[in-house]
């Protein structure tokens, strides 16, 4: 197993007025399973491709099982990339695309028939070998191209999205059976993805992006429970956490009796800490009821008439459009930012 490390990597396009990636610090340990998670744009489909060596290091370094890689190219790197596309070659069988690149390194017949073997039993592929990828549906694509990367026993794998073009229900399989394999492999990994949900269930660690830099770094459930600044927050979670302005949130705050907050910090709450509390401090008036099953999230506003707030509730008895909904929270539940800068109070 081998480790990966990023020392202040910098990118800047040519002709680009400022860095995609300003300078940027990671290490990611032997066998961990590293997500980097952010929005479009926030750079980190740009960071994984400068790792594969698909993308030029503008400044920084790049070392892979402690050897300097800036300088070579991806095929050196011993590195394998799964791809959203799958990047499958149509002509070729499973089996010749699973040994594509075994056959260009000279490796002898009956090994790669072997390594090809155990793979795609491994990936539930046997019955498939002899099938072109056009008559395999996409969830078996991806399978094909997990495959192919795990015959070459690299050092890590790289995984660009590759769920982005499975319908909701494979994607959840998908994301099982990867999280399983890399387990069972232990080969280190770094996965890009915007989904958060996919990240969260995915990642020993979780890396929170956001233009070009980091946001934080931990486990997932502590980024979800702890989060570092207003953007982790509003970010990770789904519902996304409600943020009450010093105004909106001044109730809550007295009322869990942090009153050096009421009125000045930015208050969040989840959803999910939300309760019904006749006489609570939150006073909601309801607009939406989105019934998902178990539980139910209530969407409405409060009695400003301008702050919104998400309530995951329990249970059948639940509010209708137009009721008003008393609200209240567990002190332990609330988080408290900066209004200057948004990070984190204690």
Known sequence: MSDIRLSEVRKVYPGAAEATIPGLSLDIGAGELCVLVGPSGCGKSTLLRMVAGLEEVTGGEITIDGRRVNDLEPARRDISMVFQNYALYPHMSVFKNMAYGLKNRG????????????????????EFLDRKPRQLSGGQRQRVA??????????????????????????????VEIRDLQQRLGTTSIYVTHDQQEAMTLADRLVVMNAGRIEQIGPPMEVYAQPASLFVAGFIGSPPMNMLSPGAGAALAEAAG??????????????????????????????????????????????????????????????????????????????????????RLT
Do not use: C, W, Y
């Open 107 to 126: 490796m002898p017949t009956a090994e790669i028939a072997e390594k090809v073997a155990v793979a795609a039993d491994m990936l539930g592929l046997t």
């Open 146 to 175: 997990m495959g192919r990367a795990i015959v070459r026993d690299p050092a890590a794998f790289l995984f660009d999205e590759p769920l982005s073009n499975l319908d909701a229900k494979l994607r959840v399989k998908t994301r």
């Open 258 to 343: 942090l009153h050096h907050a009421a009125g000045r910090a930015i208050v969040g709450v989840r959803p999910e800490a939300l309760h019904p509390e006749p006489g609570g401090p939150l006073a909601v008036s309801v607009r939406v009821v989105e019934r998902l099953g178990a539980t139910a999230n209530v969407h409405g506003l409060l009695d400003d008439g301008e702050t919104e707030v998400i309530a995951s509730l329990a249970g059948t008895e639940l509010p209708g459009p137009g009721d008003t909904l008393r609200l209240g929270v567990d002190p332990a539940e609330l988080h408290l930012f900066s209004r200057t800068d948004g990070q």
